[in-house]
């Protein structure tokens, strides 16, 4: 996508044994990028969020097993150093399934090449995933595109209002993005368009990446409190939602950031369509009940007690306690919104219904 009119990946080697990221924990204030030149380092970027986001984070694990295939090339133990240094990886962050899917990929490819050609066919598997996941969003933004000009037809002009929740956008992926690649490509159509963005506390991930992508890419938009939503559901604001997703099972639900399910359910009462998109690397097949197997991520307590903002006076970020200092504070970092509250999964594929046999007949050649 676009940063005043320049167009940026959010990934990409800079140089040999370099990576380089926008450093998503310094928006919106500062556009700034940080250099990875060990495992360890891209985990820490991970786990510290400098970088998030489904898509992301696994092209991220796959650059850093690159990372770590460059140091360990000639080890006598590769193929347990690569599952040891994946095991850290994963370990980060435990709900997203592109994270484990880009090691499980990178670590296949690595265990059929000859030893001199680990380094090489690393940086090819890991070049490889991060161009498929841009290609991926490009045409779920098609897809979605689809959804959006039916929509407009009907409104004779006037905006297409579109209510996100988090951040799944650019910001998110390698480019495109997945709520907002439908609305992207209708902005770059020409259609008028309009995004609710949701604060999407403690991180706020709404307010500080989503409306500064937004902004920078032109795309008309107004931050909204997390709660919120429902009132402009009621009152026909919102015409489609559209959510990102970290792991989808194969009947369908969405795991999402947390606040999505009560969207889904906002949504539901005031009949307005609501779209999980996704890729295929984010379906887990191997599990059906969401809200009972899928493993939610617990945060620190911090991020809900303190909030960072920027202080004018001072000229530069502060972080202030926003309760009593002794309160305790839980931080679950998604929630599951069920398949019956979805109206639909658009995919790199198409759309699918959300439920076990859309899904499969949608990839039918890999689960026939």
């Known amino acids: 996508m676009n940063v005043d009119g320049k167009h940026y990946r959010t990934i990409w080697l800079e140089s040999p044994g370099c990576v380089r990221i926008i450093d998503q924990a310094l928006l919106p204030h500062e556009f700034a ?60 962050r435990p709900t997203a399934k592109n994270l484990e899917w880009a090691l499980v990929r990178m670590q296949k490819a690595l265990a059929a090449c000859a ?8 940086r090819r598997e890991a070049q490889a995933i991060t161009d498929e996941d841009a290609d991926f969003s490009r ?17 004779n002009g006037q905006p297409v ?13 390698v480019d495109h993005g997945t709520a907002l690649a439908p609305v992207y490509a209708a902005h770059d159509d020409g259609i008028p368009v309009h995004v609710w963005v949701d604060e999407t506390r403690p991180r706020n991930q709404g307010a500080s990446l989503t409306a500064w992508e937004l902004g920078h890419h032109g795309v008309p938009h107004t931050l909204i409190p997390d709660n919120a939503g429902g009132h402009l559901m009621q009152h026909g604001l919102v015409d489609i939602v559209f959510v990102g997703c970290d792991r989808c099972t194969a009947a ?16 539901r009462d005031n009949q307005i369509p609501f779209y999980a998109v996704l890729p295929s690397s984010t379906i887990d097949w191997d599990i059906a009940d969401g809200v009972r197997d899928i493993v939610i991520e617990e945060r620190g307590s911090e991020e809900v007690r303190f909030m960072t903002g920027w202080d004018d006076a001072a000229n530069r970020p502060a972080t202030v306690r926003i309760c009593p200092e002794k309160t305790p504070a839980a931080n679950f970092g998604f929630d599951v919104t069920p398949a019956r509250l979805v109206t639909g999964i658009i995919t790199e594929r198409g759309i699918a219904p959300a439920s076990a046999e859309g899904l499969r007949n949608l990839y039918a050649d890999l689960h026939p």
């Open 115 to 122: 030893p001199a050609d680990r380094v090489e066919t690393a």
């Open 139 to 155: 045409r779920m933004g098609q897809h979605g595109l689809a959804l959006m000009r039916e929509i407009a037809q009907r409104k």
């Open 252 to 267: 369908g639900d969405v795991a999402n950031k947390i606040g999505t399910y009560l969207k889904a359910l906002a949504a």
């Open 161 to 173: 209002n579109v209510l996100t929740h988090c951040n799944a956008g650019w910001l998110a992926f």
């Open 33 to 92: 990028f940080m250099d990875l030149r060990t495992p360890e380092e891209m985990a820490r970027a991970i786990r510290k969020m400098h970088l998030r986001g489904a898509g992301l984070i696994g092209c991220a694990a796959a650059w850093g097993l690159y990372l770590a295939a460059l140091r360990q090339a000639e080890a006598a133990d590769f193929a347990a150093s690569m599952q040891a240094e994946a095991a850290a990886l994963q370990a980060t």
